[in-house]
């Protein structure tokens, strides 16, 4: 019996999801609520990002996602902070 409940399917529906809400918010001019979203979904990101750099040698998808983590924390510091 396949189990379809894993971490690893919990994960990339997550990522589908919550990325696929920020592009929208942020397409429908509302940037402030489509950083946050993203930033919630960059953690999808990692977990995705850390096993394709382990099991594949991606590392490159790893730092790119450590670096739209940056660029959506200052998104929420500029949209929610200053």
């Known amino acids: 019996m396949k189990k379809y409940c894993t971490l ?3 994960m990339q529906i997550g990522l589908l999801i919550f990325t696929g809400i920020g592009f929208l918010l ?5 940037p402030q609520y489509g950083v946050i ?3 919630f979904a960059q953690i999808f990101w990692f977990y ?3 096993k ?6 991606q590392i490159s998808i790893f730092i ?3 670096a ?4 959506f924390a200052y998104g929420v510091l ?3 902070v200053l």
């Open 78 to 80: 500029n949209y929610w």
């Open 48 to 50: 995705a990002s850390y």
């Open 37 to 39: 979203v993203s930033l």
């Open 26 to 30: 942020m397409s429908m001019k509302l």
């Open 64 to 66: 790119n996602t450590f």
């Open 52 to 57: 394709a750099w382990k099991e594949a040698g």
């Open 68 to 71: 739209l983590t940056v660029v």
């Open 8 to 10: 690893n399917n919990v």
